[in-house]
């Protein structure tokens, strides 16, 4: 299942740049350090994998760390992961295509002042592509997840090799120096530097962005699910840190520079500013310095990264029904979203997701580091109630257990939960503490607004269903009302009347009754004659509306029977009319949809709509019919 | 009725600065100019009303002249009126309160930036408070009409007797020199003096516009409505013309400028321009010059003129409701708008109404000659239209009558309507033809779409009625289905379901079954359990769902009936959630809403739905009630 290794995998194509910039800052000399910190995430996201494998298995069925906090810590923890994941979604769409914009800066300079509208256009594509159906089952995707492997290990084989035979390959920054930037961290030193090393090291750690991807599609993978999830999981972990660890250390040995301020930060070897200029990402640099002879493989780097983005994109809005589905069946989002054969909610769901995406893109006008401090905080949040989850688990089983060889490798198992909660509790308190008014408290907040929303719609189910369930005795199935009362509420004698009559008539009622409001006395007496003449078989009262109004008569005289009768039942007939094309509802059926409304609210009412399709409901349907062909939905016969 | 006049009288707060603005264009001076143009309208304005007494006695309805239009010279003429007046209606709104915000501009100058905003929420008032209710018949607003009469007089006959006592006020402009503008026009001689007098006449015939106000105001008017209308028409138009007249003297006598551009146009005496000098609307001028030593008055008139131009603005609010339920009455609207009723559809035409106004204002960014241009067309269009169907009118009578003073009378009505005709059409041509590039096409072509629309919604009806219209031994209503197949559809066994399974069963159906959708196997296997459990007097089929879609199955099962037995009927009873809050819609009724469209699809099924009140219902409704008080609407019992 490359296709959903693929947000992972594509995260090399901005992590590096993170440590770089998080390093530019300070006056570390950032090439000496960042390798190290590479290798120190790369760890980590051994680490995590492993975690991670451990929890697939355990809870195999797709609902990730939403699923392990909420059986092992409890329904708000598990609702604090899930506003997480939610909030992870809209950034997994905002970052990819964000970086996905630099990369076509990259490949066509003079489309650079345009990588707003670029990542806008992306989201809007990505989305649109998502929505004509499912992409993930169609192995054509991962086809660019294998080409930016390939093409990301080839460019490091020859790096590599180019600097052991002595050509060490040149970048366009390779000259320049990096000057510490003008931020308050330069003046601190000792305690400053830790601090800028640790921050280097969570930003670099968004790398780890896409674990959480791979756990809630176990679902879609072949069975054994578990099994082959982890499978993928090792693999693509192992792949992401090589790639990583390589990126950082071969464009330290190159000196390729990532700087926040590239004006001010960048010096030429002379000493003069370079003033305008734009630093492509360091994934790009690296393979412009390393193909320098054969820009072609440049480009090849620069589209496979670009492609690659758009697939980790479109994980999100495959991803997003599944988790929702979850929710929903948990009472936390609206119960449609609960069957995924529901297609046009969760079409909404995703609108809305593109939306939130397109929102933050033009607010951080497409700044990446921006972006990433709101996706950690989502991402470590969710990873650190998860592994906290999977240590409760561990506990609880191992209390079971005296001695075994099973006690002995679950302890280990917890240890290496231990291990997971500390790293990426390290990643989450780093990231809160030094960028939370800088812009985390956004996403603290979204996943506030979320959890809180979430809870009062489970609050409000949980009501309803109290309401609604009948006790074991409970016979109101049984107890039918003594009469039926059926009224048919006519406003001209046309053929949706007649149909209504006979339908009323052929329920059978104890009572049936047609009425009509005199809006002017000559209609309602022309109206009177014309149903005698036809020699209907139903009487016909007439109400006086002294306000000329429509409904107000007809109600009264329903809660007049009501009144009478309070065990009755009335069944009220409304010919509804169906259309052919939008516009036509605004000229048919708006009074009775009112009327209806203002009806349902009477007790031992119901309203049987009895429909009439209009001519041009049949012209349009015979002409989606003939545009879809015949394979496409069968055609309701007249 | 003086409500209906304010649209009229209150014209006179800005048709002489039109006069002025017109004729500060050319060369010509146009202090000796003015007055005899505002003579002319003066003149103009009495024939018209003439005409329209003459229209209302023979067309009271209201219809104004829709109807006469319509009546005389085919529906197409008709509907030509119909689409220029509700043009009008948005155009009264929109002059209204930009003369409105000039005035307010006047008495508070650091206001006078924000005249588009003044105006747009002047808009958004007299809306809100229009929909709130009928202020017409309401004898609070006749105060500002009568005082704004009283304050105009006043302000002319104290002008008049300091001119006559030699003392001739002095106001801020009386100083200044016009200079010709610096249009094509000024460089043209003769014929183009003849042009420009043309436009400053037809400019200021903006002081028409209100007669069809009270025109279309008929039906509110006391018995004997037409005469009735017809006295107020006649008291309106003669103090239009008293004070057109009135001011535009008066001004000349005193040498108040108004001129397009004051900062090219205005030079002090001494030559030098005035700069950036904003001028007050000319009434304004005139009242601060006529009490120069007592600016309270000045302030009073420029409040009350204000006012008027309010209530002038909502005469537009009260009448379109009227216009639009004759429109609808004849097939031309959405039918829900032909009963008064129906506030709630109203509204949301007043609404229409308003944005449009508020676009152009913004549009023309509040600035009144360009609103003025826009208004001429519609007003006019349906002027000459009215009176061409006059003269049909009086033509068609006069060829009944051999001899007779009846005859001589009819003839010479017939001559007042040529004569209007004539003066109405004048204007029409000279403003289409001098000013359609510049902004009058925009009316051209806002009447053609609605005339359009308003054909095509006729047609639409004609074509619906067409269609189900019966045949008079139609006995559709007789023949009856052979059964009728209730199905109810379960989700889950609660109280609603009870309740759609007694109704069911209730209207005696020949088969009755309950169907649940199997999404997974477990909870269906529950579900049955239960069922069988709890002994439900009806059998549960469960269907199977392989694409976990919850409505497919139920549309194959539904459609599976109808094939089997075509000719009987099936009556599918859905429970539907009745909420207190909006929001909670959303949360419920969503599937089954998506089910209830597309079983209407399928013939010869009707669609019940059996309301249940959730308890969130009935706190909100108490919750309304306990605002509202016990005067309000009544509540329905439980």
């Not at 460019?155 to 003008?182: C, K």
């Not at 030193?189 to 750690?205: E, K, N, P, W, Y």
């Not at 996706?375 to 998860?386: D, E, P, R, S």
């Not at 049949?618 to 016969?637: F, I, L, M």
Request: aromatic residues 8%; positive net charge.
């Amino acid at each position: 299942m490359p296709v959903f290794a693929s947000d992972m995998l594509s995260s090399v194509a901005y992590a590096p740049d993170e440590i770089l910039l998080a390093l530019s800052l300070s006056g570390i000399v950032a090439l000496t350090v960042s390798p190290w910190i590479g290798l120190a995430v790369a760890v980590v996201i051994l680490v995590i994998v492993l975690c991670y494998r451990l929890n697939l298995q355990a809870y195999p069925s797709g609902g990730g760390d939403y699923e392990v906090a909420g059986t092992n810590l409890g329904t708000r923890a598990g609702l604090v992961v899930a506003a997480s994941l939610l909030v992870d979604f809209v950034l997994t769409l905002a970052v990819s295509l964000t970086v996905f914009a630099s990369y076509i800066g990259a490949m066509f300079p003079d489309l650079k002042p345009y990588r707003v509208l670029i990542a806008v256009i992306g989201i809007g594509l990505v989305t649109l592509a998502g929505l004509r159906g499912s992409w993930a089952t169609r192995g054509l995707l991962a086809v660019p997840t294998y080409l930016f492997v390939g093409a990301v290990l080839l460019t490091l084989a020859v790096g590599f090799i180019r600097v052991l035979s002595g050509d060490t390959p040149e970048a366009v920054t390779s000259d320049f120096l990096a000057l510490p930037g003008s931020d308050e961290e330069t003046l601190l030193t000792g305690f400053a530097a830790v601090f800028i090393v640790l921050r280097a090291f969570s930003s670099g750690s968004v790398a780890l962005a896409g674990v959480q991807t791979v756990a809630t599609a176990v679902p879609l993978f072949r069975p054994p699910r578990g099994r082959n999830a982890a499978g993928t999981l090792l693999v693509t972990g192992l792949l992401s840190a090589i790639m990583l660890v390589g990126i950082t250390w071969l464009s330290a040995v190159i000196g390729i520079k990532f700087v926040a301020r590239p004006e001010e930060q960048l010096v030429t070897g002379s000493g003069s500013p370079v003033g305008d200029f734009d630093q492509d990402p360091v994934l790009g640099q690296l393979a412009q310095a390393v193909f320098s002879g054969f820009p072609f493989m440049f480009y090849v780097v620069a589209a496979v990264a670009a492609l690659v983005l758009l697939v980790a994109a479109n994980t999100a809005v495959e991803g997003f029904p599944g988790l929702a589905s979850r929710l929903a069946r948990d009472g936390f989002l609206p119960r449609q979203l609960a069957s995924r054969g529901d297609r046009m909610t969760f079409s909404n769901g995703i609108l809305l997701l593109a939306a939130a995406a397109i929102v933050l893109v033009v607010a951080t006008q497409a700044r990446v580091p921006d972006l990433i401090e709101l996706y950690l905080v989502g991402v470590f949040l969710a990873f650190v109630l998860g592994q906290a989850g999977m240590i409760r688990h561990w506990t609880v089983r191992i209390r079971t257990l005296v001695t075994s060889p099973l006690r002995r490798r679950m302890q280990l198992n917890r240890l290496v939960g231990w291990l997971g909660l500390l790293l990426t509790g390290l990643v989450l308190v780093v990231v809160l503490s030094t960028k939370f008014f800088a812009g985390a408290w956004i996403a603290v907040a979204a996943i506030a607004i979320l959890y809180v929303a979430m809870g009062l719609v489970r609050r409000h189910y949980s009501r309803v269903d109290a309401e609604l369930t009948p006790e074991a005795d409970d016979d109101s199935a049984r107890t039918l009302p003594s009469n039926t009362h059926a009224v048919v509420v006519v406003t001209a004698i046309h053929k949706p009347t007649l149909r209504a009559l006979a339908y009323a008539r052929a329920s059978r009622p104890t009572f049936v009754n047609a009425i009509t409001v005199a809006v002017d006395e000559d209609g309602a007496q022309r109206l009177q004659e014309r149903w005698d003449a036809m020699g209907l078989p139903v009487r016909l009262t007439i109400l006086d509306s002294p306000y000329r109004d429509l409904n107000g008569p007809v109600m009264d005289y329903i809660t007049g029977i009501r009144k009478r009768t309070p065990r009755d039942l009335v069944i009220v007939y409304l010919p509804q009319y169906i259309v052919g094309r939008w516009w036509e509802n605004l000229l048919h059926n708006q009074t009775s949809l009112r009327l209806k409304t203002q009806l349902l609210n009477v007790p031992n009412v119901v309203v049987a709509s009895v429909p009439w399709r209009l001519s041009s409901f049949h012209r349009a349907r015979d002409q989606r019919n003939r545009r879809v062909g015949p394979s496409g939905s069968k055609p309701t016969e007249h």
